[in-house]
């Protein structure tokens, strides 16, 4: 029986199997800041989904209505609760409900698995300027995103709101 090398196949140390292969960007990162001289494009840029989906997360959650030209609907709506901060319990239901509304309209690839708000006293955080008559408010969710196999990331996003 003849053997015909034609159908063999290939060197796996074949130059053309060498080549590396170049991320594309994905998206932009924010806040906008200048690209370093090593990748192109103007500004930098996200080349990983989880990074540009963490990205969008927070902005959509940073986001009110009506701020978005041609999505008038698009944001969690966070800061209209600023001065609703004294009535505690409120305010964290209200603000679960904002982001899960949210999530599901504009990132229901996205779910939410858990979300804790924390009050920062002036008292506690003497480092960080307060301005007067307003309080820091940190909202940590944790969220998955099981398409891409990402579990348990946590986004920690900062509000300023009437005390």
């Known amino acids: 029986?003849?053997?015909?090398?034609?159908n063999v196949g290939f060197n796996s140390q074949d130059r053309r199997f060498n080549k590396k292969a170049t991320l594309l960007p994905i998206g932009i990162k924010t806040p906008l800041s200048l690209a370093s001289a090593d990748r192109d494009g103007l500004f930098e840029m996200h080349y990983e989904p989880s990074t540009q989906?963490?990205?969008n997360l927070r902005n959509l959650l940073l986001t009110n209505s009506g701020e978005r030209l041609g999505r008038f609907n698009y944001g969690a709506n966070l800061r209209s609760l600023n001065f609703d901060y004294s009535a505690s319990e409120e305010f964290e239901q209200e603000a679960a409900i904002r982001i899960q509304t949210a999530v599901e309209q504009s990132m229901p690839f996205i779910e939410l698995e858990e979300m804790e708000v924390k009050g920062i006293d002036r008292d506690i955080s003497k480092n960080i300027n307060i301005p007067p008559g307003m309080a820091m408010v940190e909202i940590t969710v944790k969220y998955n995103i099981p398409k891409i196999k990402i579990v348990g990331k946590l986004l920690q996003v900062i509000l300023y709101v009437g005390g």
């Open 53 to 55: 989906i963490h990205d």
């Open 1 to 6: 029986m003849a053997i015909s090398f034609k």
